[in-house]
Structure formats: structure tokens, C-alpha cells
């Protein structure tokens, strides 16, 4: 029988997981398909029924259901747990639904699938600490990444993180972030910061910014954010959102299929779509 995937959210129509579904099913020959459903807030608990009543083998979640989902699954992957938010649900074996949380992992192989795995040793500044800042720091220590500091403007909320992490971690204010820029190797910019105006505003100065840095943004639209655009200017390698984006789905695919899908086969799609960004 044909197996169906779908993406909710709210909105859900700049979504572009179908199209990257779409294109990863197609090159495999697989009988499937994945379809975009816009399911608002008040309507969550009754259209995750009506997925796993009609048999859906497996969906993505995105803004605003990532948390509030969690109630209606049957069980939930650790990596989900830590989180505290699931973005792909998995039809089991025995028809049970399974919550899992591909992003942060995403990211951090698309950071190696651009850089290489020789940089786990090195000092990592995540910067800010929402919900994709957790999930990255877990995935990176999960994947053996030793030197984590966490900057936020709220450095309560960045302790909370280092906190439950494994190794340990530091948390900083923005200020002195900025401050003692030079000494990371690594920065990843996960906040929202200015993402909503057209005014956009770097979360902290980059002045300090050592010209040998990795420099990721998790944003993917613009794929030259602000912020990678001043990286760059100082010589820095910069790593764009896309391929978190890429990977967070490939991660969701392999769960449900068994398969890792080829990036590259999505790539250009996506590109042509973010085009002139
Ligand atoms: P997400 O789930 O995408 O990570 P989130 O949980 O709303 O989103 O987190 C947004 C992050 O962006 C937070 O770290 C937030 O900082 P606070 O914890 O202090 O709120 C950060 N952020 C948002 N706007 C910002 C701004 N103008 N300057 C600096 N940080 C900002």
C-alpha cells in the first residue's frame, strides 16, 4: 500500500519539507508521498487522531505544535524528551506513534558534512538559548563535542541549559561573549534576533571575531543572514541554515524509511526555491 508523510503547522504553506520529501521519494522509487497539512493550534489533538487513524506512516512538526504535541504520542525518544519538543513522529512496528527531535542532531551534521569531523576538541559558542540552542548543545555533546558555552541575552536561561548538559558548560551574557569573541573557534547563532524586522540587529558586536572561526547560522532565509555576512567580512568560514534544515529532515526520513537520503539530491531544489535570498 502506499505510504503517506505529512508536515503540520501554522502556517504551514512556506513549508518546503514536501518538496525535499517529494524529491528524496521520487529518486528512490519509493511509493510514497508527503503532503503539507495546516492544522491551528485549537485543532492539534483531534488532527493527531485523525493522522493515526488514517494510518499516516509518519509526519514532521513544525512552529507552533513542536511542544503541545507531546501529550498526544505514545512514547518518546530521548532526544525528544531532552528537548522537550518533537519535530517527526514515527509510525512503529506494533501502529504506536513515536516523538523524536532530528533538529539539533541535523545541525550538527550538516556542521561536519561542511567542515569535517576534526573540530570536536575545539571551544563551541552557542549563542542564545530557546529551544534550537538546546538542541544543538545536547547533540553536540551527544556526538562528543567537549568545550560548550552557551551565551543569551537571558544567562539564566543559558545556565538552565548548561546545567542539564553532561559535560561542563558555561553560561555568558552577550556582553561578554562579545568581550572574549576571539577565543571560540566555533560560534552557532540560533536566536531569532532581529528576524522579524526588515531593521536587522547582530545579537552581540563581531569585532572580536578570529579570522579562523566556523561561523553557522541555524536561519536558512535569508541564506546570508546578517550575522554570516559580517563573519565572512572578517574571513571566517560560514556554514548557512540550509543544511540543518536538510539534515534535520534526512535524520526524519532514515527513521521512517531506514534510508540516509542523498543532500545533494535536494539541494539545488531547495536553492532554486530560496531563490534571490
Ligand atoms: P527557538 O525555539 O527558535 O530557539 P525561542 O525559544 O523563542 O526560539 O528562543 C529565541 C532565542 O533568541 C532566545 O535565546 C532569545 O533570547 P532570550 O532568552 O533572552 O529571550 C533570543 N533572542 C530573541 N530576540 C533577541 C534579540 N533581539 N537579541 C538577542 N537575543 C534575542
Request: with cysteine; proline share 4%.
Amino acid at each position: 500500500m502506499r505510504s503517506w508523510y505529512a508536515v503540520i503547522g501554522d502556517p504551514i504553506e512556506h513549508s518546503m519539507s514536501p518538496l525535499m520529501h517529494n524529491a528524496w521519494m521520487a529518486e528512490e522509487n519509493r511509493d510514497a508521498s508527503y503532503i503539507p497539512v495546516h492544522v491551528l493550534p485549537e485543532n492539534l489533538e483531534q488532527s493527531v487522531v485523525a493522522l493515526k487513524t488514517l494510518g499516516c506512516s509518519g509526519w514532521n512538526i513544525t512552529i507552533p505544535h513542536k511542544e503541545k504535541i507531546i501529550p498526544y504520542l505514545d512514547e518518546l525518544d530521548e532526544s525528544a524528551q531532552k528537548m522537550g519538543a518533537v519535530n517527526t513522529v514515527v509510525k512503529q512496528l506494533d501502529g504506536t506513534y513515536k516523538g523524536y527531535n532530528t533538529d539539533g542532531l541535523g545541525f550538527v551534521r550538516s556542521l561536519e558534512k561542511e567542515v569535517g569531523n576534526g573540530h570536536r576538541n575545539k571551544r563551541v559558542l552557542v549563542i542564545g538559548a530557546g529551544g534550537a540552542a538546546r538542541g544543538i548543545a545536547f547533540a553536540l555533546v551527544a556526538t562528543g563535542y567537549t568545550h560548550i558555552t552557551i551565551a543569551n541575552r537571558t544567562v539564566s536561561k543559558a545556565k538552565v541549559i548548561c546545567a542539564e548538559l553532561d559535560i561542563e558548560a558555561k553560561a555568558i551574557s552577550l556582553n561578554e561573549a562579545a568581550e572574549q569573541l576571539e577565543q571560540f573557534e566555533i560560534l552557532v547563532q540560533t536566536t531569532s534576533a532581529g528576524l522579524n524586522n526588515s531593521e536587522f540587529t547582530l545579537p552581540f558586536s563581531m569585532k572580536q571575531l578570529s579570522t579562523t572561526a566556523i561561523v553557522a547560522d541555524i536561519v536558512y532565509n535569508p541564506l546570508m543572514t546578517p550575522f554570516l555576512k559580517e563573519a565572512k567580512k572578517k574571513g571566517a568560514t560560514v556554514v548557512t541554515g540550509l543544511g540543518m534544515f536538510i539534515h534535520q529532515g534526512a535524520l526524519a526520513y532514515s527513521y521512517w524509511t531506514g534510508t540516509y537520503p542523498k543532500a545533494e539530491v535536494v539541494s539545488d531544489l531547495l536553492l532554486e526555491q530560496l531563490g534571490g535570498n
